[in-house]
Structure formats: C-alpha cells, structure tokens
C-alpha cells in the first residue's frame, strides 16, 4: 500500500510539474505527410536555385536575425503543440505565400521544438501547395552550420 501511495504521489508532483509549463518542451515530429523534410544544406542548396523561403516566426524574430531572401508569414498559434492541433484556434495569412500553389516553398521557424513551420507547412498542404519543404532544423540550425543571417 506504501508504494501505491508513494507512486501516486510522485504522478502528481509530475502532473504538477508539467501543467506549471516547466516541462521540456515537445520536439516536432521528424515527418510531415505531404511534405520533405530538409536539413540546412538541402535546404541552401533549395534556396539558392530559387525556391520561396517561408519564415513562420513573430515579426520581431524575423527581424532580429533571419535568412536572406526569407519572407516573413507569421503563423499564430494557440493550438496543442501536437501532431493533432487544432487548426481552427490558429491563424495564417496564406495570401502572403506565392499564389502559384505549383511553385515550391519551404516553411521554418526556430528548430525542432518551434511547431510553427510544421503547423504553417500543414496549412499549406491543405490550401494545396504541391511541393513543400519544411526545415525542422530552423534558424537555430542554420546559424549552427555557419550560414549567413540578416
């Protein structure tokens, strides 16, 4: 009955833990249904032959650092940071995206625990962009890779 007790004891202070937002922050998945996920080179080598660069981060994030050429779309999020959110909590103005939906574009935001550019590339999937990247890796992996930020 001790154990019982003691378990439960320490189920809660977790719970406690977690709901309080002091748990580690969920990682985004590795995949994305409808879209390839690219690292930094891919992602340069993409860039460089043209391919519209898509920042889903706040406005002052972009303009604190971010990839030359990358077009600011900021992705406003209040849905669950989970494969399954609710996308109708979130907002995304899709105008911003090229309007040919045949044209390529890559969606990034601040590494592998920022859903925004998962999020903003799901969006675009469903609103039928044809070809999707989605850097996972963000800005935090570029700047790792030594590649150049305005």
Do not use: Q
Not at 50 to 70: C, S
């Amino acid at each position: 009955m001790k154990s019982c007790k003691h378990a439960f004891l320490f189920l809660a202070a977790a719970g406690a833990f977690c709901s309080s937002g002091l748990a580690l922050a969920k990682e985004t998945p590795t995949s994305l249904k409808g879209a390839e996920v690219v690292d930094a080179a891919k992602a340069k080598a993409l860039i460089d032959a043209g391919v519209k660069l898509i920042d889903m981060r706040p406005g002052n994030e972009y303009a604190e650092a971010h990839i030359k050429g990358a077009i600011n779309v900021p992705y406003k999020e209040k849905s669950a940071k989970d494969v399954d959110f609710d996308a109708a909590l979130d907002s995304i103005d899709l105008s911003k995206l090229p309007a040919d939906k045949s044209a390529p574009i890559i969606t990034l935001c601040n590494g592998v625990e920022c859903w925004k550019s998962f999020k903003g590339a799901t969006a675009a999937i469903k609103a039928g962009y044809k070809k999707v990247y989605w850097f996972r890796g963000g800005v935090p992996e570029w700047k790792a890779k030594g590649l150049p930020v305005d």
